[in-house]
């Protein structure tokens, strides 16, 4: 399973972007880039996938590299609600592997 | 909004029991998984289940874990004689079809084992 990497945790202000990197510079040509966040005492849920061109829904956004080893989860206006565990995972159509995700914390 | 349901939200168990884990998938979806979450830990990928086989399995799904997918619309994840290693969260999760669909998760049943 071809890896990513995200940071630990970050930080944001309530109503601010929040933009979430993840590298995957091992990922093959038929990677989809999915994103999952997990709130607190919850199952994970579904955030956005794309494969090469920028995707947007009414969640957030993804931007990817046009070399395709790095995307970023772009939230356009963060609220309290949208603090929980954010994952970057790499696949096809089966089985979800997740790595530690980034812990985002939003303040008041 | 359809949704994955899964019973009970939590079980206690004595260790060396059997426990059956239940899941309700979305009615359309054709694809279905079984993860878990040790506390404090990274979600594991446990069991993939489609067209009433098994699809593939990971390292932590040995021969005291088994699925079934018993009628149109449960999906049973049990574990034949506990451990207290089986303590966790073990989330269900479905998905429509072919393609890189996105999965829907249940809740979760958090297992003890004691």
């Known amino acids: 399973d071809a890896k990513t990497t995200q940071p630990n945790s970050m930080e944001s202000n309530e109503e601010e972007p929040v933009h979430l990197p993840c590298n995957h510079s091992?990922?093959?040509?038929?990677?989809?880039i999915h994103w999952y966040r997990q709130l607190p005492s919850q199952g994970p849920e579904y955030v956005i996938h794309g494969l090469t061109s920028n995707v947007n829904n009414r969640m957030a956004s993804l931007a990817i590299a046009e070399d395709r080893k790095s995307s970023t989860l772009i939230l356009h206006r963060a609220t309290l609600r949208d603090a929980a565990v954010y994952y970057c995972i790499l696949g096809g159509a089966q089985k979800l592997v997740f790595g530690q995700g980034t812990r985002l914390t939003i303040n008041p | 909004e359809p949704e994955v349901t899964q019973t009970p939200s939590h079980q206690v168990t004595q260790m060396g029991q059997e426990v059956i884990l239940r899941c309700v998938p979305i009615?359309?979806?054709?694809?279905f998984y079984w993860y878990r979450q040790i506390l404090g830990q990274k979600v594991e990928f446990l069991v993939s289940f489609y067209n009433n086989e098994i699809s593939e399995k990971s390292e932590i799904f040995d021969d005291q874990f088994s699925v079934e997918r018993p009628d149109g619309s449960n999906f049973t994840l049990k574990i034949r004689s506990t451990k207290l290693e089986d303590s966790a969260m073990y989330f269900c999760?479905?998905?429509?079809?072919?393609?890189?669909?996105?999965?829907?998760f249940g809740p979760g049943t958090r297992l003890t084992v004691t």
């Open positions: 009615s359309n979806h054709l694809y």
């Open positions: 091992t990922i093959s040509g038929t990677d989809y």
């Open positions: 999760a479905s998905r429509p079809g072919d393609g890189p669909y996105e999965q829907y």
